[in-house]
């Protein structure tokens, strides 16, 4: 078990550029999530994976984001056309899905600044 | 819908005095409730969950959390603090999906300190 990865860890980009972030998941889980931190405050959930499934967004998640999991195992976050506001920490986490008894998982997260 | 309210920003303990971080969830049904822990650069740790088991859940550390569903409060205890206790900590309510999934929902966060 080598826990939920991320990168990069630290991203620093222009405003308008767009950006890729990557979550490699616990191996054996089959559910991937997606949080932002802003400073000062929790996480705040923004969507969800059932293997390679996207079922819930958040409407924290415009347009100009876009989410995948192909074949169910790593995930990517892209943002395009970034603004000041979407300088967050990107927060991945996974689990397993044992009704009642879910724990997830989470990463070390992606540092976004937008300048 | 589900919400927790974290009633202390701030925490300020001396090293081997209790602790004590107060909680509050608002849910429609019985909830799952789980306190997160979040050190400098490190990413989010799991203390403990409850299940809807019993009601005093211990977790790692020597941290431990009652939840009273009377008050609904879970707040999070522990006897004696050591420095590397110092961190933010959340606490979280899941919110289930209609696919079974489980999001989570964050308080705002209360954050330790402890001095010698």
């Known amino acids: 078990d080598t826990g939920v990865s991320q990168d990069p860890r630290h991203k620093i980009t222009k405003r308008g550029q767009n950006v890729t972030f990557r979550c490699d998941p616990i191996s054996e889980h089959n559910r991937l999530y997606w949080y932002r931190q802003t400073l000062g405050q929790g996480p705040e959930f923004l969507t969800y994976f059932q293997n390679e499934a996207q079922l819930e967004k958040s409407r924290l998640l415009s347009d100009r984001f876009s989410a995948e999991r192909p074949k169910g195992s790593f995930s990517t976050l892209e943002i395009q056309r970034t603004e000041q506001g979407d300088s967050a920490m990107y927060l991945c986490?996974?689990?397993?899905?044992?009704?009642?008894?879910?724990?997830?998982?989470f990463g070390p997260g992606t540092r976004l600044l937008v300048l | 819908a589900q919400s927790v309210t974290q009633l202390d920003s701030h925490v300020s303990v001396s090293e081997g005095t209790p602790v004590l971080l107060r909680c509050n969830y608002s849910?429609?049904?019985?909830?799952?409730l789980f306190w997160y822990v979040q050190h400098p650069n490190k990413g989010l740790q799991l203390l403990l969950k409850?299940?809807?088991?019993?009601?005093l859940v211990k977790g790692i550390n020597g941290f431990e959390a009652e939840f009273k569903k009377s008050e609904t409060s879970f707040h999070l205890t522990k006897p004696s603090a050591h420095m590397s206790d110092a961190a933010e900590y959340f606490c979280v309510v899941s919110d289930p999906g209609a696919g079974g999934y489980n999001k989570l929902i964050f308080g705002a966060g209360t954050r330790l300190a402890v001095h010698p």
């Open positions: 986490a996974s689990s397993f899905a044992v009704p009642y008894q879910e724990t997830q998982y």
């Open positions: 849910s429609s049904y019985s909830p799952s």
């Open positions: 409850y299940t809807s088991a019993a009601t």
